[in-house]
């Protein structure tokens, strides 16, 4: 099997989504998913920048491939003589395990569809669920996704994860700058400059990949959106406000899910695990999950874990809550035939209590 070709044909597959959908960052957020892919295409760590006239350089060549590629149509993949439609992924991953590599394909906000081809480091089961860690990245987009679900199964991105903690340690948020420190301290890490944490970063990428795993095991098991209603949602949101909130909300429900991450940190008094979480948290994570804050600030008091347990347990029956009624109001507006009313409905109930959106 040409995994040389594989690669390639996966990668133009990368590009034309990239180029279609460059449009739903913003200035800012595409410098930044752009300087990842630069880093990735030249095999540098997350902390290397590279030289600032050759990214620059590499910047006018990817936007000038773009251009080509705006109207191209996504293209089959050949494996062993056989094409494959590009978002097969059972079938292409049926022939690619057995040589230790795995395919992923999928849609992420935006409706983008994204893409990686990477090597298998290890296969496991982990609640019922089979886990792949996944090491060198032979193709990928301009998303930096650690960790998602496909079909049944939780795929690993360990070379992203790497990278998205990276620019969690260095561009932290004024409000998840204590917690950060948290998370240092009970990983045995008492210097907290960069530089100092980079031989260190091991500990501190265990404790992120527990946290990612949980959220892919939530989103797995998780109620709360019917899953036709969240296709159609999606679909009718695409791009907006509307979705990035929906998103936000699906997400934390996976978060507070008795098998999610925020669960399976209070049965094992994670410190370091909740001090992270919080630090990575956004602003919606915040005005969706107030009490879970709050309780972070306490769960060194006596029954501090049993504050925490219960601010999870009361935050995930109202983002339930919450589902429910935007499933309502959604479906409202098609019996309606009118799914923009029920987007300005929606928008207002939950946005109402957030502040700006992130990238």
Known sequence: MDMNRLAREIRRNCD???ARHAGVFSICGLALRLRDLYRWERGL????????AALLEWIGAREGLWDTLADADYGNLMLAEREFEPFDTEAINARLEPEGMLYGAGYARGLKPTFFLARIERRQQVQGVTLYLLGRELARDLLTLPAMTQGRTILMRQEAARMALWDTIVYA?????RALAVALDACGISDHRPAAIRPHLGRLLGVQEKILI???LGELKALGFERSAWRQMVAAFSGSRVEILVRRVKDLLADTDPHGTLARICRRRDLAGLALFVALADGLSRAYLPRVFAAFERVREPRGWQLLAAAVADGHREL?????????LFREGLAQNDPSAAGERIDRLLGQTVGPLPE
């Open 16 to 18: 034309i989504s990239d």
């Open 45 to 52: 760590d997350p902390w290397e920048e590279g030289d600032p």
């Open 173 to 177: 948020a004024p409000s998840a700058k």
């Open 214 to 216: 949980g959220h892919e």
């Open 320 to 328: 339930c809550r919450l589902a429910e009624h935007v499933t309502a």
